[in-house]
């Protein structure tokens, strides 16, 4: 049997992939239990390296921590947005000036590495941490996300736009009822895998004491009083960094799929199969997509 881009796989290709597969578990678990071995020999696993988590005061620094940290994020996701959204409409512009302007905007602050600004905004700027940081990631993050708007309002099929356009609507109109909600199913991916990134450089913010969830974990495992328990505070600091990344991954998921149940968007797919019939009630009478 086959489909379309492969050959299905027979009893033989099964059993052989079912090898690689327990082969691959095996070491996988292997090296897994050697890693543990080296931290039970070094001492890792000592009560002494682990009791300060029990403490009261520490779990209140690890929490401000954390919440600073989700603070960060919050502000330089909904700008970065923002910004994002601002600078993809500067080079979708009719205006060769304005598009001209947003593209030197998204190059300069895409080039620029984060750290330099979140420090160039501190320093130079006198700015406090918070302001600072959120600063910095705004403005990489948000000229990455405008030209991923941009490559997703430009992906819909151009007849689209054309048939919205040769119905009377005005551009705002076709950007907003038609292009943007085709174009958002195919984007959402790769924004909420900037919003990871984003969400994992709001630990550049320790670099200007900005009291986040990696500083609290650095004032920890610099304790001398806590025997320095470098190794517990990452044991403890990463799984909760990849449980909030695993959350945006949950929510994005949960949002393409309420997209799909909606009717608007159920219906601009429809339009997109048929360039004819872009609106519902759109007749045979309507004029044809103007040609560029």
Sequence with gaps: M?????DLPGPRSRRRHLLY??????????????????????GQFT???????????????????????????GYAAVLSMALGAV????RLSDHRAVRWAG?????????????VMIFFVYVALKVEPLPALVTGLTLYNGSVLAEVFRTGVNSVERGQGEAAYALGMGKTQVMTHVLVPQAVRAMLPTIISQLVVALKDTSLGFLITYEEFLHAGKLIASNLDYDLPFIPVVMIISPIYIGMCMLLSWLAHWVSR???RNPKVEAAE??????????????PGLPKPPHA
């Design 258 to 260: 309420r997209q799909r």
């Design 2 to 6: 086959t489909t379309a881009l492969y």
């Design 21 to 42: 597969g327990t082969g691959a578990s095996v070491i996988l678990l292997a090296l897994i239990g050697w890693i543990i071995s080296l931290l039970f020999d070094t």
């Design 47 to 73: 009560a002494q390296k682990w009791t300060p988590f029990t403490y009261k005061g520490i779990q209140e620094l690890l929490l401000t921590g954390l919440g600073n940290t989700l603070k960060a994020f």
């Design 87 to 90: 600078l993809a409409c500067a």
């Design 103 to 115: 593209t030197v905007l998204v190059e300069f602050f895409r080039a620029m590495p984060v750290l």
């Design 270 to 283: 429809v339009g997109a199969a048929e360039p004819g019939t872009l609106l519902p009630g759109a007749g």
